[in-house]
């Protein structure tokens, strides 16, 4: 296993995690996002190779058979998402810090097999009804795909205190500052 750091971002969905990462590394340019790959479809926007490898039930089936994940979920019902063992060791050899956007228990799992190498961090939105605003005003999720995820966040809060750090992403940008100053300390620690 490396030795190199890296840092691990877990939230519900719809909790404004997206913009974070992507302020994070705009603003500290030595991570590198790990793609992972997912059996879901890409939404409108998403770049395969970019936001995600998108592939088949089958093909992920044939990955987990490979041992190509270092953890992988079925996140919702026959939707898979898994971090690619190829992902890691690509970002390692260029020298940068693996960011990885992953479900609650792919951060719990992950934070669990590096330890302190890793840094966790939950994000939450401030209450269940902000979530689920942010969600329909999103505008890229089915009803039906928005009352799974709603459903699922409420259980994915339980979660909240196995992370090293928990921000609230109650004021966008005191939860950029909040979030980068963690980093930030963690990196030169
Ligand atoms: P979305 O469909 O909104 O892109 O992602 C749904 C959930 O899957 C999010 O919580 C996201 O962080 C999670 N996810 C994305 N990639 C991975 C992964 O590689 N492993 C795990 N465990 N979860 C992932």
Redesign the pocket.
């Known amino acids: 296993m490396e030795k190199e750091k890296l840092i691990v971002v ?4 719809g909790s404004g ?1 997206t913009t974070l990462i992507k302020h994070l590394m705009f603003t500290l340019p030595k991570f590198d996002f790990s793609v ?3 059996s ?1 479809t890409p939404r409108k926007g998403e770049v395969d190779g970019k936001d ?1 490898h998108f592939i088949s039930v089958d093909k992920f089936r044939a990955l987990i058979a490979e041992n190509g994940f270092i ?3 079925e ?1 919702y019902p026959d ?1 898979f ?3 690619l063992k190829s992902e890691v060791t690509r970002i390692a050899s260029m020298g940068k810090i693996a960011l ?4 609650v ?2 951060g719990v799992n992950i934070k669990k097999l590096y330890k302190k190498q890793a840094l966790s961090i939950f994000l939450q939105a401030p209450s269940i009804e902000i979530l689920e605003q942010r969600l329909r005003n999103r505008g890229t999720d089915s009803e039906t795909d928005i009352q799974t995820r709603v459903q699922k966040a409420a259980e994915e809060l339980t979660y909240a205190p196995e992370f090293d750090f928990v921000i609230t992403n109650d004021d966008r940008e005191k939860a950029k500052e909040e979030f980068v100053e963690i980093v930030q300390q963690f990196i030169d620690s």
């Open positions: 877990s939230a519900p969905s995690k992972s790959a997912t879901r995600y953890e992988w979920e996140v939707r998402y898994g971090t990885f956007d992953v479900d228990k792919g």
